[in-house]
């Protein structure tokens, strides 16, 4: 079974930055692609960022340019470098692990004030 522990949300001034982490633990296929969503309240689950276990990556326009997504392969392990954050980029963020379908994580709290 799959597992996805998340790490690193939290409050922060608007301006600020934060790293989320997520690792990953159970059977996983060295092939799979890994990213983060979220979701504000009232709104649908929206793609932030995917990285592929090769190194390619897929930013949401809203974060492009503020936001870098990582991953380390030998721990499983992917984050979210998020700076010049907004108070728009308040929402809950959900790890995702996708291969042979998808798995989540319980999502981080992320909160910027204004």
């Known amino acids: 079974q799959v597992q996805l522990v998340e790490s690193g949300g939290g409050l922060v001034q608007a301006g600020g930055s934060l790293r989320l982490s997520c690792a990953a633990s159970?059977?996983?296929?060295?092939?799979?692609?890994m990213g983060w969503y979220r979701q504000a309240p009232g709104k649908q689950r929206e793609l932030v960022a995917a990285?592929?276990?090769?190194?390619?990556?897929n930013y949401a326009d809203s974060v492009k340019g503020r936001f870098t997504i990582s991953r380390d392969n030998a721990k499983n392990t992917v984050y979210l470098q998020m700076d010049s954050l907004k108070p728009e980029d308040t929402a809950v963020y959900y790890c995702n692990l996708h291969v042979l379908g998808d798995y989540w994580g319980q999502g981080t709290q992320v909160t910027v004030s204004s």
């Open positions: 990285i592929t276990s090769g190194g390619s990556t």
């Open positions: 159970g059977i996983i296929f060295r092939i799979n692609t």
